[in-house]
Structures are given as structure tokens and as C-alpha cells.
């Protein structure tokens, strides 16, 4: 039920570097969220030069290019080689070619690519269909658009439809309806409640939280207000119905949401713009000097933190692993859990020439070749002694000084790892 698309990219660009001899998983992983970064970093500026012209004020006008691109979680979403930001970002591409046809030479053209790219949108990130519908919604009823340009855009869509289904086939190796299997699993047989049923307010409550308070309520009424004042507006039409889909679904997750992010910092400054303070007293504060620069101050704390911090701690760790444990069939011994398990890794970042071994079930012995031993706890010293055996600490996701910062046992939770090396 999942499409071929982004593993065939991945596919494609890992053998590429491979013939450049570029072996390292994590290099290649970095290279391709480099290449998505910067794919997102220009369909996002071609947004927001077509979405500043709606824009009054030079001030305003600076603001939506701040925000649009400096909003603390939208450069680490974009860097992401996910199905919601690597669709939503062909999204917002066939989305400028709908909205301004005329950029190239044949409008009919122009629908065609369009229609080829919300096809590919749509089957790598199957819930974009409501976007989809939106757009096409709005074309008709507002922009009035010629039957003609809808019937260029549906070619394309079912020649995307068409890849999609043959590079389904490169990948699981017989004829696959990705898409319809990921409807019939998740809607007909309902098997996405298996991973928890949320309650219908689960959207506001995750919102309110992790887009940090006060700034979250913020977002939060400048959406719905958006909505309620600008009904005819094309971004009204892409994300009201994607959003409420995403309500009537048991099985919720805040990232669902993500492909909604891009159009949040004009849906404020716009409504900001649109609508005087007067008519919102409540909000009057959020034009002063103090709270503006406090904004500007915490934004620039957490895009700091989230562009420098890794999405995972497990697979910084198995980074280490892979550089760090080295030689002739080298083992890994450990007695908390595998490294190399398959909730804690995926396969693409294995070394495959390392061996595990788990010392609950087996014992060691003076084996001539590279030992090394990982550990799971905190503040362990620097030598340890394993089954008669010493071995000397190599590296360690937390610095040693952390253990001044250990208020209340929270490192002991927080997930440590080290790794060790045999002292012979």
C-alpha cells in the first residue's frame, strides 16, 4: 500500500553515488535531504513571490518572506525526504502552474504538467487527493476555468497514474494498485486503528502544544478566521478540506498535517493585513515591539535547535556504529537490545559486516578479532570489564559533563548509548 515512487529515487540516487564510490548510508541520506531541502527551499520561493503580490504593505510583504522561510519548524520539514513534504512540495509546484497558466507558452500545456505532477502528488501521499479536489473545486466555480484545460489536466493525472503503477511493479514485483490497497486497508477495513484511535479535538490539542504556546493559539484562531473571512480564496479551498478530512479519521498523527504548513505564515499575515486590530482588541498586543521581538527571540531559539538537532538519537548512534566499528568481520556485543533490531533501524543503514551478539544468550570468548560493546547506561565509566574482558569507551551520544545535568534521572530515560572497543 505504499508507493514506489520515493523508493525508487532513493534507489536510483544511492546506486549513483555507489559508482562515484559514495558507500556510507548516512552520506547518502544526507545528500538526498540536501537535494529535498533545496527542492522545497525554490517551489517555496516561487510561492511566495506569487502569494506577496496579494500583499499591501512593504512591512507585511517583509514579514510573509521571514516567516515564509524561517518559520522555526518549516526548514526541518522541508529537509525531510518524507511522503508529506516531498508531495506536498510537487503540490504547491502543479499548484503555481494552475494559478498562473500562462507562464508557459500553452496554457494547455501548462494543465498538463500540472496534471502529471498532482497525479505524482497524490501517489506518493494518497490523503493529498482532497487538496487535489480543492484546487479543481476553486478553478471551477471562482476561476471559471475552460473544460478544455480540466480535460489537459486529467490526461496527465492518469499518466501519472500510469507510472505509479508501473513503478509499483519495479517494487513489490507484481501489478499493485498502491494507492487502492492503502484505501481498502485503512478506510474499508479499518486497519490504521490497529496504531490508536484518537479523539476528534486530538488536532487542536497537538497543535496547541507543539507549535509553542502562546504562538500556537495565534496560528490557531488566524487559521479558522482565515477561513470563516476569505471563503472564496484558493488556500480556504486546498486546506479546509484536507484539515477536516483529517478530523474524521480514528487513527491520528499530528505530521498528517504537515503538507498545511507552507501556506501558514500567509494565511496569518494576510488576515493581519486584511483585518484591522480594531475589529480584534484581544489581539492588539501582537503589534507591539515587545511581543514581536520576543516572537523574532524564541523562533530563532527553535529553528536553531531543530536545524542542529537529529531527527533521531537511534540512528546518530548507528552512525557511530557504522564509522566507528571497524576490521575483519567485526562483532557487536550488547545486553539491553540490538542496535540492529528492526524497530530500532532500518536495514539501509546496517553494516553489513558487523555481526551482534546478545550476552544474555551467549558468551564470549578470546576471539581473535574486533569486539567492541554497546551500552545502553548512563554515566557508565570509561573501562568496563565484560565477561572477564576490558574494554574502553569510544564514544557517547551525551558528553560526560551531562552528568551534572541529570536532574531528577531524566538521562537515564532519555535514551544513552556508548560504544566500546576490547582493549587488547
Not at 110 to 134: D, E, K, N, P, Y
Not at 227 to 234: A, E, P, Q
Not at 355 to 367: A, G, Q
Request: net charge positive; proline share 4%; aromatic share 20%.
Amino acid at each position: 500500500m505504499r508507493s514506489g515512487i520515493q523508493p525508487m529515487i532513493a534507489f536510483v540516487i544511492t546506486k549513483t553515488l555507489n559508482a562515484f564510490s559514495i558507500q556510507n548510508p548516512f552520506t547518502v541520506a544526507s545528500i538526498i535531504r540536501m537535494l529535498q531541502a533545496l527542492f522545497s527551499f525554490i517551489v517555496t520561493v516561487q510561492l511566495l513571490k506569487f502569494l506577496e503580490k496579494e500583499i499591501v504593505s512593504n512591512s507585511a510583504k517583509l514579514w510573509l518572506w521571514a516567516f515564509g522561510l524561517l518559520f522555526w519548524c518549516l526548514p526541518y520539514f522541508h529537509a525531510r525526504f518524507s511522503s508529506e513534504n516531498f508531495s506536498e512540495t510537487i503540490f504547491i509546484w502543479a499548484l503555481l502552474l494552475v494559478l498562473k497558466p500562462k507562464a508557459i507558452k500553452s496554457p494547455y500545456v501548462s494543465f498538463l504538467t500540472a496534471g502529471l505532477l498532482f497525479g505524482i502528488a497524490f501517489v506518493c501521499r494518497f490523503q493529498l487527493c482532497f487538496m487535489i479536489l480543492g484546487v479543481f473545486g476553486w478553478l471551477m466555480f471562482f476561476r471559471k476555468t475552460k473544460i478544455l484545460f480540466f480535460i489537459s489536466c486529467f490526461i496527465g493525472i492518469i499518466f501519472a497514474l500510469g507510472v505509479g503503477l508501473l513503478v509499483d511493479y519495479w517494487l513489490y514485483g507484481k501489478w499493485t494498485l498502491s494507492w487502492w490497497n492503502y484505501l481498502d486497508l485503512n478506510l474499508f477495513q479499518n486497519k490504521a486503528s490497529v496504531f490508536g484511535s484518537e479523539p476528534f479535538y486530538f488536532y487542536f490539542e497537538q497543535a496547541f502544544l507543539q507549535l509553542i504556546p502562546p504562538f500556537s493559539l495565534i496560528i490557531i484562531f488566524c487559521v479558522i478566521a482565515f477561513w470563516l473571512k476569505f471563503k472564496t480564496h484558493f488556500i480556504t479551498w486546498v486546506t479546509l478540506p484536507f484539515i477536516l478530512l483529517h478530523f474524521f479519521v480514528n487513527h491520528k498523527e499530528l505530521r498528517f498535517l504537515f503538507p498545511v504548513l507552507n501556506f501558514l505564515p500567509f494565511m496569518l499575515i494576510y488576515y493581519f493585513e486584511a483585518v484591522p486590530l480594531s475589529q480584534n482588541k484581544s489581539l492588539l498586543f501582537i503589534k507591539t515591539k515587545r511581543f514581536m521581538r520576543f516572537a523574532v527571540i524564541v523562533n530563532i531559539i527553535a529553528l536553531c535547535y531543530y536545524t542542529l538537532k537529529p531527527a533521531s538519537n537511534s540512528i546518530q548512534t548507528l552512525n557511530k556504529i557504522y564509522d566507528l566499528v571497524k576490521g575483519a568481520s567485526p562483532v557487536l556485543l550488547f545486553d539491553a537490545s540490538d542496535p540492529y533490531n528492526n524497530l530500532a533501524s532500518l536495514h539501509y543503514f546496517r553494516n553489513p559486516a558487523i555481526t551482534t551478539v546478545d550476552l544474555k544468550t551467549d558468551s564470549i570468548k578470546r576471539m581473535n578479532i574486533p569486539l567492541y560493546y554497546f551500552s545502553e547506561k548512563f554515566n557508565e565509566s570509561e573501562h568496563i570489564v565484560v565477561q572477564d574482558q576490558t574494554f574502553i569507551k569510544i564514544y557517547s551520544n551525551f558528553p560526560s559533563w551531562f552528568q551534572y545535568l541529570n536532574f531528577n534521572g531524566w538521562l537515564g530515560r532519555a535514551g544513552t548509548y556508548s560504544i566500546y572497543r576490547r582493549q587488547d
